[in-house]
């Protein structure tokens, strides 16, 4: 069984930088693309930031600039730096990864716990 855990959440003020951080772990063939989502409650969860195994990386508009995301492929893990948080940043994060079980047979779509994140004013 494949499992995704994260850490790194906490509370910042305003300004302030966190690093999240998603591990996987189980069996697996490969991991194609990973990502950071967002959801605050109530709504929908929301792409924040993705990577593909080649390192190539897309980030919604709301945090380009702020928001570096990487994956370190021998460790099958993948990470958000968030620099100048804002409040409106607040919300529970959760990892992403899109990967195949075996050498056959199509991609799975596996979600990390969630890791709250708050920024104060």
């Known amino acids: 069984q494949v499992q995704l855990v994260e850490s790194g959440g906490g509370l910042v003020q305003a300004g302030g930088s966190l690093r999240l951080s998603c591990a996987a772990s189980?069996?697996?063939?490969?991991?194609?693309?990973m990502g950071w989502y967002r959801q605050a409650p109530g709504k929908q969860r929301e792409l924040v930031a993705s990577?593909?195994?080649?390192?190539?990386?897309h980030y919604a508009d709301s945090v380009e600039g702020r928001f570096t995301i990487s994956r370190d492929n021998t460790k099958n893990t993948v990470y958000l730096q968030m620099n100048s948080l804002k409040p409106e940043d607040t919300d529970v994060y959760y990892c992403?990864?899109?990967?195949?079980?075996?050498?056959?047979?199509?991609?799975?779509?596996?979600w990390g716990q969630g890791t709250q994140v708050t920024v104060s004013s």
């Open positions: 189980g069996t697996f063939f490969s991991i194609n693309d």
């Open positions: 992403n990864a899109d990967l195949f079980p075996t050498s056959t047979g199509w991609a799975s779509i596996y």
């Open positions: 990577i593909t195994r080649g390192g190539s990386t």
